[in-house]
Nanobody
Framework: QVRLVESGGGLVQVGGSLRLSCAAS????????MGWFRQAPGKEREFVGA????????YYADSLKGRFTVSRGNARDTVTLQMDNLKPEDTAVYYC??????????????????WGQGTQVTVST
C-alpha cells in the first residue's frame, strides 16, 4: 500500500519560513516524480513545485520561483519544500504527491497517482 505522509505545517508570520517534509512508502521503485501542490479555500488545487525521478533539477510555478525550494532526499523516497519570505496568499493546505513508478510527474495534478493527506500552512499578518 502506497502512503505519503506530510509534516511541518503550521502558523508563521509574514516574511517567515517553513519547511515541509513528505515521506513515501510502499512504492516498488525509486524512479517516480514527487510534487507539491496547495489548495486555498474556494480555490482549485495549484501546482507549487516538483522533481522527477531522474535527477533533473526541480521545477516550480513561475509565481513561486525564488521563494520556494523543492529537494529530494538521497533515498529518493522523501521530498521537502522549503518556503521562505512567506506571504498571506501562501496560506493553504499543502499536499505532497507521487507519480506511478517510471512516470515523471508534472505540474498537472492528474499526472500523480498518490497523494498525502495535506498539511495546513497559515501565514499571519
Amino acid at each position: 500500500q502506497v502512503r505519503l505522509v506530510e509534516s511541518g505545517g503550521g502558523l508563521v508570520q509574514v516574511g517567515g519560513s517553513l519547511r515541509l517534509s513528505c515521506a513515501a512508502s510502499g512504492l516498488p521503485a525509486t524512479n517516480y516524480g514527487m510534487g507539491w501542490f496547495r489548495q486555498a479555500p474556494g480555490k482549485e488545487r495549484e501546482f507549487v513545485g516538483a522533481v522527477d525521478g531522474s535527477g533533473s533539477p526541480p521545477y516550480y510555478a513561475d509565481s513561486l520561483k525564488g521563494r520556494f525550494t523543492v529537494s529530494r532526499g538521497n533515498a529518493r523516497d522523501t521530498v521537502t519544500l522549503q518556503m521562505d519570505n512567506l506571504k498571506p496568499e501562501d496560506t493553504a493546505v499543502y499536499y505532497c504527491a507521487a507519480s506511478r513508478p517510471y512516470y515523471s510527474g508534472s505540474s498537472i495534478p492528474t499526472s500523480y497517482a498518490y497523494w498525502g493527506q495535506g498539511t495546513q500552512v497559515t501565514v499571519s499578518t
